[in-house]
């Protein structure tokens, strides 16, 4: 009878892991869903540009860019960027043009998506779907996707051996051969990997651990060495870091957006509110790794909370670190909120995954009818497109400075035209980006705006509109430049000179296009 009842229960038990299984299983295809639709949409921004660039240049000419050669204001000054990504987009977009881009985009979030989940359990699928915003901000078509991707491949190896003593290691430095040749992110990964050595070296303090973290290191160190030695296999060599050395002081970062910090206020800590946002997912990801890590400390596992508190101050530190903040909060903080035994109900957990379900299945409906509308138009109406086809059609002559899109303005039109600035931001001078801020705000008749046009021998302006600004009445209204073409996102200004003045049959009255501009829209 004994016998028959342990039979019994053996096959409850079987059948019970399976359906947990199964559910698990539908739920993360549910995640990964709503990851995928969520970070599908148009290209947009500038940095995917200048990587389509170098990847031409490369093809072309057959060298890699080591210096500018696609702006007007800092021709020859070094620059240096792995290759490796610039070309994967270059051959996407000679496949499927911006549409193969998007989707791509779209399958590397889902795959950093995929990545977070491998712990198969009810607490990971939950911070993953809150941690989704934070990774789609990072994985658009630019190079920084690459390490968002690889630090989840990083750190999901690097936890697994700490917590099981198996790990495919020797996938380290594999990966960060592709690594060091995609972005100059690479160096993430030797953090992640200083890191997980921290993290060991902490269990020093526990005698019963010592031995096991000891022996892990001692495994472990062949494949970190290995790793390390993998970064100078790149077209560059040592000199990669000289170029990650001048990415990270460069003075240009303080203006940048991605590299400001998140200001902790009540206002900010009110965007918990809407968490499916990038600002409220990034407050609401805060807040659950810093209270995970004061679990972690509680449980005596310094290591995780070490690595929690450190990326959530990152995060607070520079807005470009909340991938990271994502990863390590699934990955860590998963693992650390999964050991605690709670005193709930058998059905907890499975009802838990269900209301998730239904939330995220009702998201995904909502997205795929708002996602169908965008098929078909990959590439961002915040693009000049239409002046640049003016620009190329009419024949209008160089200098043009254009106050946004450099790289996208190159890409179109080079290499009869040059940019006065991009996104590249490095090759530049601090002074140069200073002045693209402040002529924005003043009229054309300013002795800045003289100075410059009269130094780089400009014969036009590219005005776009975004954040900056631009005097366009001003301009419509001055004797020094001509008004040649205006649409809703963009204006062409030519110069005033006797060798410009063919373009005065061009000419274009403001007033009259502007208001039917404003009756279309």
């Known amino acids: 009878m004994k016998r028959c009842r342990d039979r019994l229960s053996d096959g409850v038990a079987v059948r019970s892991a399976r359906w947990e299984r199964l559910g698990f299983a539908a739920l993360a295809a549910i995640v990964v869903g709503y990851a995928l639709l969520g970070s599908l949409h148009p290209v947009y921004g500038d940095d995917l540009f200048f990587l389509l660039n170098d990847a031409r240049w490369l093809v072309e000419r057959h060298e890699i860019p080591s210096v500018d050669h696609f702006s007007y204001t800092a021709q020859g000054q070094p620059w240096i960027y792995p290759i490796g990504g610039s070309l994967l987009f270059y051959g996407l977009w000679l496949i499927g043009d911006y549409e193969s881009l998007s989707w791509f985009a779209a399958l590397a979030t889902a795959a950093t998506t995929a990545l977070l989940l491998r712990r198969g359990s009810v607490i990971s699928v939950v911070l993953t779907a809150l ?66 050595v921290l993290v060991e070296g902490l269990e020093f303090f526990w005698p019963e651990r010592r ?56 206002s900010t800590l009110s965007l918990i509110g809407s968490p499916i946002s990038g600002d409220g997912a990034r407050v609401l990801v805060m807040i659950i790794a810093v209270a995970t890590a004061l679990v972690a400390t509680s449980r005596k596992q310094f290591g995780a909370a070490v690595l929690l508190l450190g990326t959530a101050i990152a995060a607070v530190q520079h807005v470009r670190s909340e991938a990271l903040l994502a990863i ?80 996208y303005f190159t890409w179109r039109l080079w290499p009869k035209y040059l940019d006065y600035f991009d996104a590249r931001t490095i090759p530049f001078d601090p002074a140069v980006q200073e002045q693209l801020g402040w002529l924005a705000a003043l009229p054309p008749e300013a002795p800045d705006w003289q100075r410059v046009v009269a130094r780089y021998d400009i014969n036009a302006v590219l005005a776009v509109r975004g954040p900056l600004g631009f005097r366009l009445p001003e301009f419509c209204r001055s004797n020094e430049w001509i008004p040649v073409y205006l649409d809703e996102v963009s204006a062409v200004f030519v110069r005033r000179r006797p060798e410009n003045e063919e373009f005065n049959r061009l000419r274009i009255d403001c007033n009259a296009i502007g208001t039917r501009s404003s009756s279309r829209g």
């Open 131 to 196: 941690a989704v915003p934070l990774i789609a901000a990072r994985t658009g078509v630019r190079a920084d996707m690459f390490t968002t991707v690889l630090s989840a491949a990083y750190l999901s190896l690097l936890w697994r051996y700490h917590r099981t003593d198996q790990a495919r290691l020797w996938m380290l430095p594999v990966l960060m051969i592709l690594w060091v040749n995609a972005h100059l992110g690479f160096f993430v990964g030797l953090g992640l990997i200083g890191g997980y």
């Open 211 to 266: 031995q096991a973290a000891a022996g892990r290191l001692r495994q472990a160190a062949p494949w970190f060495i290995m790793t390390a030695a993998a970064t100078v296999l790149n077209p560059f060599g040592l000199e990669i870091y000289s170029a990650v050395f001048r990415q990270l002081t460069a003075p240009q970062l303080d203006l940048m957006w991605e590299w400001q910090p998140v200001p902790i206020n009540w």
């Open 328 to 407: 390590v909060t699934v990955i860590v903080g998963g693992s650390v909120l999964d050991g605690i035994k709670m005193p709930i109900g058998r059905w907890a957990r499975p009802a838990t995954a269900a209301i998730l379900a239904v939330v995220l299945t009702s998201l995904l409906i909502d997205m795929g009818a708002r996602k169908v509308p965008l098929l078909g138009t990959w590439l961002s109406r915040e693009y000049p497109e239409g002046a640049i086809s003016f620009i190329e059609r009419e024949r209008i002559p160089p200098q043009i400075l254009a106050t946004r899109f450099g790289s």
